[in-house]
Structure formats: C-alpha cells, structure tokens
C-alpha cells in the first residue's frame, strides 16, 4: 500500500467523449506525475504538478490537461478521447524539496485506472 | 520512444532457477530505478542505484549500475511464483519525468 489512491478504477467512454481521473497523494506529498501506460509497454510521462503549477509536461497534446488542488490532490483531464487513449493511467505522488532541477525524488504509484475508449 | 531497453521482453521459467534481466541505454543516467509491477496495480519501487558500479542486494534480488551508468541488470536467484509480474526500469529525464522501459514480463512456474 503506497497510500495513493485513483478513481475510478475502471471506466468506458465513447470517442470524443470527455474523461475526468483523480488522484489523492501520499500525506506529506506535494507533487503528483501522470503517466499512461499502454498495454505491453511502460509508463509515459504526461505532466507534473508541484505546489498546484505544472512542472513539467511529456509528449502528449494540448487535450490532456490536469489540475492540483491545494490539498495535493490531483485531476487528469483528456477531452476529445481517441481510440489510442485507452490505457491504464496511472499518477505517482512524492515529495520534492525544490522546484524543477531539484533532487530526484521517489515516486509512489497509485493502483491506476483503465480507460477504455469505444 | 523508450529511452531505456529492456531485455529480454518475456522471460518463462521454472521455480527455483536463476534469471538476469538487463536495461540498456544509450544516455547517462544519474539514478536508475527497478520497479515491479503486477496485474491491475501501479509499480512498486525495488530499488533506487545511484554510483557507477554499484550492487545492491534485496533479499533474493541482486541490481547493479553499470560503471557508466548506461545499464544495469536484475538478477533473481532462485526464482519463486511470487516473484511473477513485470520488471520495469526507470530514468529521470530533463522534463522531471521518470523514463520508463517496455518492460520484462516474468512469469515463474511451480
């Protein structure tokens, strides 16, 4: 148990639907990363939230956006959905010390959600 | 694209054998993490190696770093059912990101 929870744990959408994930941190956490993984791959970084601001954002278009909440807790927003978006996604919280360029820290994964996308 | 290569991509043995699985790249990597992750949940972290060359042990699981801090390697002796799942490495990238590999799938027999 890493204390990090996600829901739902499952969910089915049609394409150009709209998808809301969330995210509760660790206590003591005050970052939360997203990543989807896809079936038979690893996880792919989507963005970062520190201190509620992104801090850092992978390869993934405009159409997935996402908030931090002053308690640390987190939403991941995709719109538009597309077929290739279903996955599992999964948010990892940890804490960082200092802003980006700080110390690497150690992430603790939630169980995930799988998005199904019809 | 990965970053980090995972070799090999599925590994099927019997309990009580030996394995080594290897994470390959072609970047320098300050830390390298090793995560196990089962069916329907989210990575566990194993291990976090930092120094170039450095071993660390857990219990039935040996890592390494390679000297350049390009590759390491997870050795499992005498693999148990419980230790089925998949393996996955992980780098930190310049975007505060953690790169993460395909992946080995291990499954161990009884």
């Known amino acids: 148990e890493t204390g990090v929870t996600q829901s739902p744990t499952h969910l089915i959408k049609t394409r150009g639907q709209q998808v809301t994930l969330r995210c509760s941190s660790q206590s003591g956490h005050n970052t939360v990363s997203w990543y989807q993984q896809a079936l038979g791959q690893g996880p792919q970084f989507i963005f970062q939230y520190y201190r509620e601001e992104e801090n850092g954002r992978g390869n993934f278009p405009p159409r997935f956006s996402g908030l931090q909440f002053p308690n640390y807790s987190s939403e991941l927003n995709v719109n538009a959905l597309e077929l290739d978006d279903s996955a599992l996604y999964l948010c990892a919280s940890s804490f960082i010390a200092l802003r980006a360029g700080g110390v690497r820290e150690t992430q603790y994964f939630g169980p995930g959600t799988r998005l199904l996308v019809l | 694209t990965q970053l980090l290569e995972q070799s090999p991509q599925f590994l099927s043995i019997q309990e009580g054998e030996n394995l080594t699985v290897y994470c390959n790249s072609s970047s320098v990597f300050s830390s390298l993490q090793w995560y196990r992750q089962e069916p329907g949940e989210g990575p566990v972290l194993l291990v976090t190696v930092v120094t170039g060359g450095e071993v660390k042990k857990l219990k039935r699981l040996t890592f390494q770093f390679g000297d350049a801090r390009k590759d390491s390697s997870l050795h499992i002796t005498a693999a148990q059912p419980g230790d089925t799942g998949l393996y996955l490495c992980?780098?930190?990238?310049?975007?505060?990101?953690?790169?993460f590999g395909a992946g080995t799938r291990l499954t161990v027999k009884p």
């Open positions: 992980a780098g930190g990238g310049n975007n505060n990101d953690m790169r």
